[in-house]
């Protein structure tokens, strides 16, 4: 077969690529449900040492305020989006917007650490349930081609958008009003999802309802969640911590145990069949590079204004509007590119033009000088990384039928959820090997521009390999 290429195997029948009225209310609820989600990833990390000071959290525990809710979110992704084939994605959707709209008006009203951070689970859990329902109701709403590419494409715009949203909205709630604001700011929009969804969204299930596979269930969860914690450990303590280590060693090993159970599976929680099609794991490999390295990206930049330009929270979090600026054009343009190119195309060519302008940071020095270079830069690797995440979705998404919907995307749901909790630490670890923080974010400025490169190279490598 000639060179392999998603658009090329999928081979979608052609479809109107113009949305009726209905598929437009469709796509602004589900759109509102992933934009709140991701907001709430980084909405708190400005506000953080306040909640400490409110609370009585110590300083080494603050970060389990946000470890909490990655903890839950990244470990049970997997497990809901099964859920969800098995008693309806809607329902799901709309149970795990019920608990997120609870959740957040319990964490606003917080009079302790327990309090909060049993809210903060609640969350996370909740945003386990909501991402890979709502995904799944996106790709089964939207026929696969045009209008789904558009859809995804808008999806990961206001997604990425969200994350940048969050670190402003969280600064601008907590100088104003206060840091429960940053939890009451969801009740409202959790509540009119749940008014609305309803009315608008169909129910769907596959034809034939799956069983729940409890030992692929348990050690998928058990290893993900060992993963998670080993990761933030070692972003705290090094990666020589003996914690960290068991921690890692102990979710490689759950991992290995749930590909064992999958192949002897009766109903898998994730065929094996999925797991070797090229789409599927290129596309998830390419979507983690993506999460990765530009959540990561936002964490050294975000040391390099506040440590080293001594920028205030508030100014830091403002500067990285025009990062939102350059995903919400990525993502609305990655759709026209990938329909008249590729997704393979997009995935390398948006991996390319981060990596050029990530590199191009490593240039900044310790003075205000540079600030242009770091608003502009940050622009255009915004555009980049939003290209390369709409490829990933599409191609991580395509060529499957409708009763895999929920894996494919309760896959790449996880592959987000993992990307956006190992960057940090990753990038933690490699800032602390020079006792120069400026030379330090250098380097792992460096690091995190040869990983985006490397996975565009391999994308477009493996996806042209012959068959």
Do not use: C
């Amino acid at each position: 077969m000639a060179a392999l290429d998603v658009a090329a195997e999928t081979a979608p029948a052609p479809v109107d690529a113009r949305m009726d009225a209905r598929m437009r209310l469709v796509l602004l609820v589900l759109l509102l449900a992933q934009f709140m989600l991701a907001v709430d990833f980084s909405i708190l990390n400005v506000a953080l040492p306040v909640i400490g000071e409110g609370l009585g959290f110590s300083l080494a525990n603050l970060q389990w305020i946000a470890t909490a809710f990655a903890l839950a979110a990244a470990g049970f992704t997997l497990l809901f989006g099964r859920v969800a084939d098995i008693l309806g994605r809607r329902r799901i959707f709309l149970g795990g917007m019920a608990l997120l709209g609870v959740s957040s008006l319990a964490g606003g009203l917080a009079t302790g650490p327990e309090m909060l951070m049993a809210a903060r689970v609640a969350q996370g859990l909740a945003t386990a349930a909501v991402t890979p329902a709502g995904l799944s109701l996106l790709t089964s709403a939207f026929p696969e081609g045009p209008l789904r590419a558009k859809a995804l494409g808008l999806n990961g715009a206001l997604m990425s958008a969200g994350f940048t949203t969050g670190a402003i909205l969280g600064g601008v709630l907590t100088d104003l009003l206060s840091w429960r604001w940053a939890f009451f700011v969801n009740v409202p929009v959790a509540l009119a999802v749940v008014l609305v969804a309803p009315a608008v969204l169909k129910e769907s299930r596959p034809a034939v309802r799956p069983r729940l596979d409890v030992p692929g269930a348990v050690t998928v969860t058990g290893g993900l969640l060992a993963l998670v914690y080993g990761l933030t450990v070692a972003g705290e303590r090094g990666w020589t911590d003996p914690a960290a280590l068991t921690a890692l060693a102990a979710g490689a090993a759950l991992l290995v145990a749930f590909l064992y159970v999958e192949r002897r599976a009766g109903s898998p929680l994730v065929p094996v069949r999925i797991l070797t099609r090229r789409t599927v794991v290129l596309g998830n490999l390419a979507g983690l590079v993506a999460f990765v390295t530009e959540t990561s990206l936002v964490f050294l930049m975000t040391l390099h204004l506040q440590d080293v330009l001594g920028f205030s929270p508030l100014a830091a979090g403002l500067s990285f509007g025009v990062l939102g600026a350059g995903t919400v054009l990525g993502g609305v343009y990655a759709p026209r590119f990938i329909g008249r190119f590729s997704a393979r195309t997009a995935l390398v060519a948006g991996g390319l033009l981060q990596a050029a302008a990530t590199v191009s940071l490593a240039a900044l020095g310790d003075d205000r000088s540079g600030l242009w270079l770091l608003l502009a830069a940050t622009f255009v690797g915004g555009v980049g990384n939003m290209l390369a995440i709409v490829g990933f979705m599409v191609t991580a998404t395509s060529g499957l039928p409708d009763a895999e919907q929920g894996m494919a995307t309760g896959l790449a749901t996880m592959t987000q959820q993992i990307g956006i909790t190992m960057g940090t630490p990753i990038m933690s670890a490699v800032v602390v090997t020079s006792a120069d923080l400026h030379v330090g974010i250098g380097r792992a400025v460096l690091v995190n521009a040869g990983i985006v490169l490397a996975g565009a190279l391999l994308s477009g490598a493996f996806l042209r390999r012959r068959t």
